[in-house]
């Protein structure tokens, strides 16, 4: 990383996947194109959890041709007009893409996102996974590098 004064801790980077409300996954096409699209997630250990359609789509056909894949994440920014900058923390994490298949490991996983988005509704947030289990693909990036960096003021 060029500029080191900037470069957060590992611990920082996690932080700012639990903190962030959203962010970037991004894949390669099978003709090798770049895919990114914006996504909510639940970040747990070395893990990224996301959901989607089993019905199929760009992701999972990205997925089915190279599951390497990026996922970025910015939270706490602020614009400093007046100096030209943003004060940001973000984190990319790498790694490779896999869907979660087996109904347990399937369920945790969507809770996680259920934790993270409507902690108060867990009740209702787990009728509404059972019922929808059978439509929902749930997707885990496994991170195997985590970087983070900020200008915190």
């Not at 790694?95 to 996102?113: D, F, P, S, V």
């Not at 059972?130 to 970087?147: G, P, S, V």
């Amino acid at each position: 990383m060029r500029r080191k004064d900037r470069e957060l801790t590992e611990e920082e980077a996690r932080a700012v996947l639990r903190r962030a409300e959203y962010g970037v996954l991004s894949l390669v096409t099978e003709d090798g194109a770049p895919y990114a699209v914006p996504m909510s997630y639940a970040a747990v250990g070395d893990a990224i959890y996301f959901h989607g359609t089993t019905e199929g789509g760009a992701k999972m056909d990205c997925m089915a041709h190279n599951s390497r894949a990026v996922f970025t994440a910015v939270t706490d920014t602020q614009v400093l007009p007046d100096k030209f900058a943003t004060i940001y923390w973000s984190a990319i994490a790498a790694g490779r893409m896999e869907e979660i298949t087996e109904e347990g490991a399937k369920t945790a996983a969507l809770e996680h996102l259920l934790v993270k988005y409507s902690a108060d509704y867990m009740q209702a947030g787990r009728r509404y996974i059972a019922a929808n289990l059978h439509r929902t693909a749930a997707l885990c990036l496994h991170i195997e590098t985590l970087t983070g960096k900020a200008r915190k003021k």
